[in-house]
């Protein structure tokens, strides 16, 4: 009789034992599942901030550009080159 109360006891202790590690499994997936709606919506803006960045690339290459030319044709530059002709006129 005894013998049946331990048996007994053990088969509702290993019952309780895994019940309760079904419930954490459980919560663990809809975890799971939630991180995973979540990684979809930030891949979805990481394609779109990527193509913002390729879009800001290539006006910074204009501007980039823009600024050589500038620097290039910039009065400072000739005047030095006036100077230096002049400078070698003298000699």
Known sequence: MIEWIILVGIAV????????????????????????KNIDSNRDNIQNNQDKIVKNH????????????LWVSSPKKKKKKKENKEDKETI
């Open 58 to 69: 290539s006006r910074l290459d204009d501007h980039y550009n823009h600024i050589e030319k």
């Open 13 to 36: 202790a290993m019952y309780v034992i895994i019940y309760k590690y079904e419930q954490k499994m459980n919560k663990m997936q809809e975890l799971i599942d939630e991180n995973r």
